[in-house]
T-cell receptor
């Protein structure tokens, strides 16, 4: 149980385009999902917290207009990187928290490369 | 916010050796998680351990909440144990979010 999937697993795009990443909880309902970014040889940095049916809460320094988050259902959250630039290249990881549990379970990550 | 520190930052061991990884946190916590990030980037939940000791096969973890630290023990290391080990504790402003330590990069040599 507690499986989280992400799609795509990797994506290469041109500068200025937008990229959408999906995060799904496959066998549980996730009232809260989280989006992280990880640069090479660094730890995970939380970007935003997404609650089903409400606006996401962004961490300080994360541009909400650039990183659009939608949590439309209890099993799906999406992150859209708008007008991507090379400095947005990173490993993006989502996690989900099962209703009534404290643990977070993580997706396999999406490696974004912006040319 | 809460500070989470891990040591050592890097650890290189021969297969079969035992290791202890440490996680210190700056304030009392009501939960703590240990993860293993494999070479492909997937984070694997190892332990949810707000206090006490838990064991799962060759791995065990102990959290002493009153002294603000947790330890992860790996016995009889295997090459598949290589990767980065993270601990994470809840943030102050929101109990739902967790703050990661900087990780311990473990390399097991055959």
């Amino acid at each position: 149980g507690a499986v989280v999937s992400q799609h795509p697993s990797w994506v290469i795009c041109k500068s200025g385009t937008s990229v959408k990443i999906e995060c799904r909880s496959l066998d549980f309902q996730a009232t809260t999902m989280f989006w992280y970014r990880q640069f090479p040889k660094q730890s995970l940095m939380l970007m935003a917290t997404s609650n089903e049916g409400s606006k996401a809460t962004y961490e300080q320094g994360v541009e909400k207009d650039k990183f659009l988050i939608n949590h439309a259902s209890l099993t799906l959250s999406t992150l859209t990187v708008t007008s991507a630039h090379p400095e947005d290249s990173s490993f993006y990881i989502c996690s989900a928290r099962d209703r009534g549990r404290e643990e977070q379970f993580f997706g396999p990550g999406t490696r974004l490369t912006v040319l | 916010g809460i500070q989470v520190e891990q040591s050592p930052p890097d650890l290189i061991l021969q297969e079969g050796a035992n290791s202890t990884l440490r996680c210190n946190f700056s304030d009392s916590v009501n939960n703590l998680q240990w993860f293993h990030q494999n070479p492909w980037g997937q984070l694997i939940n190892l332990f949810y351990i707000p206090s006490g000791t838990k064991q799962n096969g060759r791995l065990s973890a102990t959290t002493v909440a009153t002294e603000r630290y947790s330890l992860l023990y790996i016995s009889s290391s295997q090459t598949t144990d290589s990767g980065v080990y993270f601990c994470a504790a809840p943030g102050y402003s929101s109990a739902s979010k967790i703050i990661f330590g900087s990780g311990t990069r473990l390399s097991i040599r055959p």
